[in-house]
């Protein structure tokens, strides 16, 4: 049936009138360099348990670098999630630097408190553990390649949960190389304070209310098929799987 072009014209109107911002944000980007423990330093580092670190340094090594004299190193991130929606996926975005040869990054929850995680300040073995056990949030293979790739890593459904139990507090992620004990196996940051690189995660945004489903809005969530879908998972808040 052909609509009259008076309705057409009407539909349009509307679809002009109507704000973006009545449709949820469905991505959200949470950096390293917010809300940072030591003003002008990204949260981030690494922690060795015989290498002393320095609370101001921000390159995030991790592995057994040959020019840091051998020491092991795993590195951290933490995220300012006061702001944070419920998410259905989540990724850990980090420029390579540079990289000793192929590898495997392995990402882990992290106990210490965020506070303590980026006082990076000397050595800790109990810290140094955290960050490379405890649970898994996925492990990566990671080919050479360019020092200014910046490398994604989808936290698996371990850490998409740790994430959204953390929302109004600080997230912290952990990292290792497997096979940190040969030597040269490593990811190497070199970022100084405000040097630049890209350490951040990307955020796929779920639903809080029916209102962001109506009119369209479940579109913006890629795990809806249909408004139902979405109108069904807030109402049983958030167990109903999409
Ligand atoms: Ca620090
Ligand atoms: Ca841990």
């Known amino acids: 049936m052909k609509r009259p072009r008076a309705v057409v014209m009407v539909v349009c109107a509307i679809a002009l009138v109507v704000p973006a911002a009545a449709h949820a944000v469905t991505t959200q980007t949470f950096a390293t360099s917010q809300s940072a423990f030591d003003p002008g330093v990204r949260n981030q580092g690494w922690w060795s348990p015989t290498f002393p670190n ?20 795993r590195n951290f991130f933490s995220f300012d999630l006061s702001s944070a929606c419920p998410a259905s996926s989540v990724t850990l975005q980090l420029t390579r630097f540079d990289q000793t040869g192929p590898l495997t990054y392995s990402l882990f929850d992290v106990s210490t408190p965020a506070a303590t995680l980026n006082a990076n300040e000397g050595t800790s073995q109990a810290i140094f553990d955290d960050l490379g056990s405890g649970t898994s949030f996925g492990s990566f293979p990671v080919a050479d390649g360019g020092a200014d790739d910046v490398l994604s890593f989808p936290l698996n459904a371990a850490g998409v949960a740790a994430f959204n139990a953390a929302r109004g507090g600080f997230f912290s992620v952990g990292g290792k190389t497997p096979a940190e004990a040969s030597f040269g196996n490593n990811i190497y940051g070199f970022s100084g304070p405000g040097a630049g690189g890209t350490q951040q995660l990307v955020v796929s945004c779920l639903p809080t209310t029916k209102d962001e489903c109506k009119d369209g809005g479940w579109r913006n969530f890629p795990d809806f098929k249909n408004q139902g879908q979405c109108v069904s998972f807030v109402a049983t808040g958030g167990e109903k799987t999409p």
Request: net charge negative; no cysteine.
């Open 54 to 73: 320095f609370a101001f340094n921000d390159n995030y090594v991790a592995g057994q670098p040959v020019d840091l004299g051998g020491s092991l190193y």
